[in-house]
């Protein structure tokens, strides 16, 4: 039996040899198959706009130099379809309109050759928009055949690996990618007029922090010492908040984790982070709303979304639900009854969670949280009312010591958001990250250090403040309808391909 993939590997070999030898006739021909510049007169979606109201079976006496990627070719190369980043536009050569020389061109052309076009605008008799060739410029030559038209590329993997020829064979890729490009764009815009001030912090730090998570460590030779890729920005944005740069700070960074690759985790990733002087996370929980609720509407034009077969509403208000209240609701366990730490272990235990002889009453909470709420959480969702044992940056919830005033946003059953009212207590600062550090290098993380300077500058005083974090590429998965979150991620990180 014929072996398929060795099949397939030799015919795109013979194509790729049978490219080559055009590319040495045209190099002959015409001399220069790769120039540096060609001046085209409009793109093809200006030329489709200019041109909508003209008639089938119409020529315009116009003239138009175009250029684009062959995507067809028919009747010899007779008709063409050409695509730019904007559409397509179909070529017509024919003898009584094309000169000797162009037409010359056409057995050299290949679908995936890059060609400059310039000729008469009409429409055909059966409604076509059709440039009639007058001049065709090799722009550059494809040495590599063009995945099949209709199916793309099918191979998952592959679409990963060589995502140019994803999104030059699926339009549904492009199509998602000039999404993540207008949500970036729209996030930016809304936290503009709202009153933030973008800024940059750095992504090389010395001392790593403002999340528990693995960094990539690497070494700056002049420095000569150890730097870490950021796990977060939070820490450099607090420190701008005490500077009084502005009260709405906000960044858009690209940040980096030495953990799990999933649908949902990706090393690299972006996210949004802001602090809101003088606003607690009430306040950030209406930002995020009407943050969610814009981007919506100006991708779609509503707020009902539909994702993975159902309709997500981003019309705000969500629903806010206390956590010890979600899990009593779920489970009948009241966690505010419960006083210490061995009875919340002996009643997660009584209703069948499996839970470590060490947990606290708020790992208790919030394990049983994870376990039988959050995967119920499709619409929107506020959650609140965290527990301090878990949240060491957020301030109390008043009368209730054992929470914090800290909330995450789900929608899908995943978190998408985390919020707090920041703590700026600078002592209680101090010692709560000093009880990090030891419990970090309990679990063997030798190189987490205490961020002495982020503490110099809580001790100048920080106001008190909202903070907010969003991962904007699972935002976008959901604005999108992307299973996978390298579906969203142009270049995702990938294994060797020898592996």
Not at 239 to 250: A, E, N, Q
Not at 346 to 372: H, N, Q, S, Y
Not at 468 to 480: A, K, P, S
Request: with cysteine; charged share 30%; aromatic share 8%.
């Amino acid at each position: 039996m014929t072996d398929t993939k060795t099949e397939t590997t030799a015919l795109s070999s013979d194509a790729t040899e049978v490219r080559r030898q055009k590319l040495a006739l045209l190099r002959e021909q015409i001399g220069d198959v790769y120039p540096a510049h060609f001046h085209r007169t409009m793109s093809n979606a200006e030329l489709a706009e200019k041109y909508a109201d003209i008639e089938a079976d119409v020529e315009t006496g116009d003239t138009v130099t175009v250029a684009g990627r062959v995507y067809s070719s028919r009747n010899s190369g007779m008709f063409m379809d050409i695509h730019d980043a904007s559409g397509k536009v179909q070529i017509f050569s024919h003898k009584d309109t094309t000169p000797e020389a162009a037409r010359n061109l056409l057995p050299m052309i290949d679908i995936g050759d890059i060609i400059g076009v310039t000729g008469k605008v009409r429409r055909t008799k059966r409604g076509e928009l059709t440039i009639n060739a007058e001049e065709i410029t090799m722009l550059t030559k494809s040495l590599l055949p063009m995945p099949e038209k209709w199916h793309g590329v099918s191979d998952i993997e592959l679409r990963y690996r060589k995502r140019h020829l994803d999104i030059l064979s699926n339009e549904e890729s492009k199509l998602r990618f000039l999404q993540r490009s207008k949500i970036l764009s729209g996030i930016r815009r809304f936290m503009e007029a709202e009153g933030f001030l973008e800024v940059e912090t750095p992504m090389l730090q010395t001392v790593y922090g403002g999340a528990t998570a693995d960094p990539f460590k690497t070494f700056h030779n002049t420095l000569k010492m150890d730097m870490y890729l950021r796990i977060a920005p939070e820490l450099f944005l607090k420190r701008t908040l005490v500077s009084g740069l502005s009260d709405k700070v906000f960044e858009i960074n690209r940040n980096f984790r030495n953990e799990g690759v999933s649908t949902r985790h990706n090393p690299e990733f972006t996210m949004m982070e802001c602090y809101w002087a003088y606003a607690d996370y009430e306040d950030i929980m209406g930002l995020v709303e009407r943050l969610f609720e814009t981007l919506a509407i100006s991708l779609h034009g509503t707020t009902e979304v539909e994702f993975q077969g159902q309709t997500i509403s981003f019309k705000g208000p969500f629903k806010r639900v206390p956590m010890p209240d979600a899990v009593k609701e779920a489970t009948a366990i009241d966690f505010l009854a419960i006083k210490t730490d061995e009875e919340a272990r002996a009643a997660a235990k009584a209703a069948g969670f499996a839970v470590e002889k060490d947990w606290t009453w708020g790992e208790c909470l919030a394990f049983i949280f994870e376990e039988k709420v959050e995967g119920t959480l499709i619409q929107p969702s506020h959650v609140t009312h965290f527990p301090k044992d878990i949240s060491p940056f957020a301030k109390e919830v008043p009368g209730e010591p054992r929470l914090v005033e800290r909330f995450e946003s789900y929608c899908n059953a995943w978190e998408v958001g985390n919020a707090f009212s920041e703590l700026n207590d600078p002592e209680e600062q101090r010692r709560r990250m000093v009880e990090q550090l030891e419990q970090a290098h309990a679990r063997g993380e030798k190189d987490k250090q205490l961020d002495d300077e982020f503490l110099d500058a809580i001790d100048q005083g920080m106001p008190p403040a909202g903070g907010l974090g969003i991962g904007v590429d699972r935002l976008i998965m959901l604005l999108t309808n992307a299973p996978s979150i390298r579906d969203v991620i142009l270049f995702p990180a990938r294994r060797n391909k020898a592996d």
